[in-house]
RNA sequence: GCCGCCAUGGUCAAGCGGUUAAGACGUCGCCCUCUCACGGCGAAAACCGGGGUUCGAGUCCCCGUGGCGGUACCA
């Protein structure tokens, strides 16, 4: 049978990135296995509408090349593929449920409802949905309906025995019925709750594989439940680990400790598109997200998309939530920013280097090669760069390094040295620079260090630089350099 | 509280009854070197605790502890 796996994700607005994996490892599965790939969009609580959320889903799967088979952009033959517009699917269903015993109307206020779960909350209790309705008569329920009171159709767990269901990864769940509630499955709006819509629409669209977040494993029992009812047989399952982000917090005494709590947007952890708008690669994105919670078979820890297709597999899957390590990402990041072409990271860097520089009066071309080795993440690049664009204040210290054998008096001397020589040079190259200071520094007795370090304090202002002497000094310009070269040495005096 | 799931270095994780308990990131040291970065070499660093089962347990079972999840007319 052919495997088809789908995405349903809730449009709020953007992509957080346990979302993206939880696509990443449902799309892997379809197309390892040669299935499909469906996206469904599971818009039903009518108060969580955001604008543009929608496009916000196609366009980070697009992004991150995770193309579906089937779903609201693209069609398929078992649309629509999103919820709301499903809304008359669900109710023969439910319908269907009622006449067989296992879902019941219920009429319950939520002022009733509000009130029965405060009282249950007092006592220390777990509320659960007392049937009410369930006991009813026939006569009573038409009357109400007829009545037009709102309702909503509830399902009726039996009061005892278990309830289970296999996951491929974590294997038989099972679960007293008499802890499960007697949940709604249809809103008193007409639209259906995750409860059943997922079950309902999973079924006819020929899921076979429900690959999902970990919320679910306490409630997957009673979906099976529903597919017993219906006579429908139940898809595999699997259940993925979310993804964690360590951060200080207290403990119950104040004292502060690292704490773990799941990614989330609203308390401030970076979604996709915020990744990608830092200067992350998607490349580097999805191959990080993949290895957080899988592990593949052999050594390697650099895979293409194309080839997490053919490596993916659900026995390389854990059990236990990964925290998402952002040093992890940014050596990833690294990684894959020094295999970029020269060509690309030029392209990708010059808005950044643009920020800070004039592209008029430096040579990004030159920049880029001396800044895509030391790039972890684009978003640094301005702050790397922007001694270029004007000249830093720095204490005289920084001229004293005793590794370079350098004090703020020997520097003074090499100054003394190098500027004559540097002003000598008319052919303003770093060839030219290297070759005439390096030839003339044996005739001072110092070493290169005591010359090269002063000489890139002074027209860096900064300890360390991305390059030495020569290239700062070559995309300086020849007058700059000077320039910067005369302070300094007004300043030794 | 109740129910469920999970538990190997700081992090990601391999391991699936017998190993010197992999590897990667990070950290530290050394080398390279005009700084930084890259690269090379090396180091520190883990089986949550207690009971079983077994000739033998990180690996299987139970209890405890801890973490995570659920406990909605949210998904």
């Not at 009726?156 to 491929?168: R, V």
């Not at 977040?213 to 139940?234: D, I, M, Q, T, V």
């Not at 979310?242 to 690292?258: F, H, Y």
């Not at 922007?386 to 703020?408: G, I, V």
Request: aromatic content about 10%.
């Amino acid at each position: 049978m052919e495997v088809r796996t789908r995405f349903a994700p809730s449009p709020t607005g953007y992509m957080h990135l346990g979302n993206l994996r939880t696509a990443l490892y449902t799309y892997l599965y379809a197309r390892r296995n040669g299935g499909k790939f469906i996206l469904r969009i599971e818009d039903t609580d009518q108060k969580r509408e955001v604008e543009g959320a929608l496009d916000v889903i196609y366009k980070s799967l697009a992004t991150a090349g995770l193309t579906h088979d089937e779903g609201p952009d693209v069609g398929g033959p078992c649309g629509p593929y999103i919820q709301s517009q499903r809304r008359d699917t669900y109710r023969p269903w439910a319908e269907k449920l009622i006449a067989s015993g296992h879902a019941y109307y219920c009429f319950c206020t939520e002022e009733r409802l509000g009130q029965a779960r405060a009282e249950a909350e007092k006592k220390g209790e777990n509320f659960k949905y007392d049937k009410h309705c369930l006991h009813l008569s026939k006569e009573e329920i038409q009357a109400k309906l007829d009545a037009g009171e709102p309702y909503v159709i509830r399902q009726n767990i039996p009061t005892e025995g278990k309830a289970g269901f296999d996951d491929l990864i974590y294997g038989r769940v099972e679960v007293d019925c008499d802890t499960l509630d007697d949940n709604v499955l249809l809103k008193a709006d007409g639209l259906p709750t995750y409860n059943f819509a997922n079950v309902v629409d999973d079924h006819l669209m020929g899921i076979t594989h429900v690959m999902r977040g970990n919320e679910y494993l306490s409630s997957a029992p009673k979906y099976n439940l529903l597919y017993e009812a219906l006579g429908w047989e139940p898809p595999k399952y699997v259940h993925l680990t979310p993804v964690m982000v360590e951060v200080p917090g207290t403990d119950e005494e104040g004292n502060p400790i690292t704490v773990k709590r799941k990614m989330s947007k609203r308390k401030g952890d970076p979604s996709f598109e915020d990744l990608l708008a830092q200067g992350y690669l998607t490349e580097a994105i999805i191959n990080y997200l993949a290895l957080l919670g899988w592990s593949p078979k052999g050594e390697r820890e650099f895979f293409t998309l194309k080839e997490l297709e053919e490596n993916f597999d659900l026995d390389g899957l854990s059990k236990s939530p990964s925290v998402f390590d952002q040093a992890k990402l940014n050596w990833f990041n690294a990684e894959y920013i020094r295999k970029l072409s020269p060509e690309r990271y030029l392209e990708l860097a010059t808005p950044w280097l643009a920020q800070v520089l004039d592209p008029a009066r430096f040579d990004f071309k030159r920049l880029g090669e001396l800044l895509q080795g030391r790039t972890e993440v684009f978003n640094q690049l301005p702050g790397m760069v922007k001694f270029l664009a004007e000249l830093p204040e720095y204490p005289l210290e920084f001229f004293a390094n005793k590794k370079q054998k350098s004090t703020p008096e020997s520097a003074k001397a090499a100054l003394e040295f190098v500027k004559p020589v540097l002003e000598g040079i008319e052919d303003w190259t770093e060839a030219n620079l290297h070759d005439t200071v390096m030839a003339k520094i044996p005739e001072t007795g110092m070493k290169n260090g005591q010359v090269l370090w002063p000489l890139r304090i002074a027209i860096s202002g900064q300890q360390s630089t991305p390059g030495g002497a020569f290239e700062i000094a070559y995309l300086l310009g020849r007058e700059e350099t000077l320039r910067r070269l005369e302070k300094a040495m007004e300043r030794l005096d």
